[in-house]
């Protein structure tokens, strides 16, 4: 459960399936930081980096749309493998946007990182929660989660996150209960209707979903692991309206068969956090997962779509 952080605070807590030491290094080293560093779509050049108290760290962030972003990290704190301090997004033409603390905690394994943000004011902390939002600035910790998985395992996995207002409980049922799941899962314009509904370990979906354009496309999904209230494991495919696996309507070499992993946990006692990871499983074609990896971006743009119309569904249940 997320701590409790002042107004002015912004707070992120992760768990990666990582070392610590490896997260630490992913954050430190620029070479390894390059791979992941930003939101999605964005690079980086470093241009200098000096780890250690008073030391700096010089980049340049390149946007997808050419726009090129300055930025100055001040090193206030440095405690190899367990803490950092720094003050960023200050460059030579404005101060910093805010101070950020981040530790890194072993966990059976696994490390969780917990990230403060402390900015001037609670409203000046809004304003950069929204700034984040827009920007799409949370993606740059599902990067990471991608980067430190292909260092460890070699898997190329799409993640997102994602927090609700509402407790974990009421997640759950919003991901397992068909008069819920249909109301926002689709594409945005795309309505979904069940033609079977079985939500338990073993058991299986088939779907359709439609516009006003015509365009059906039939879905078909199988249930590995479901365990209330954080964890549903499910295959996914593609199908026709006989429910024989078919390739994606608007993309042929999409690969046919996805494993999606939706993992709760509480971050309070009205709030939730999903993170989706997603991975391509059986058999596959070196074009079926080169166009899973390009196609990362819009499967983004496609789950942030979803998660606004969960978001808004929350709130009127």
Known sequence: MAKKNKPNEIYI???YDAPVKDVWEAWTDPKKAAMWWGPRGFTITTHSKDLRVGGHWKYT????D???????TIYYEVEKYSKLVYDHGGNDDQPPLFRVTVLFHEVKGKTEMEMTMAVASAEAAIEIKKHIKQANGNST???LAEYLSKESSGKEQFVINRSFNAPIEVVFDVWTDRKHFEKWLPPTGFTMTFFKADIKPGGSTFYMMSNDAGVKMYGRAKYLEVSRPDLIIYTQQFCDENEKPARHPMAPTWPETMLTKVQLAS??????????TWEVVGDYTAEELQTFINGRTGMTMGWTGSFDKLEAYIENL
């Open 141 to 143: 910790w599902d990067r």
């Open 13 to 15: 807590n992760r768990i």
């Open 66 to 72: 050419g726009v090129n972003y300055p930025n100055n």
């Open 267 to 276: 971050e309070g006692p009205n709030e939730t956090r999903v993170t989706i």
């Open 61 to 64: 962030m390149h946007g997808p």
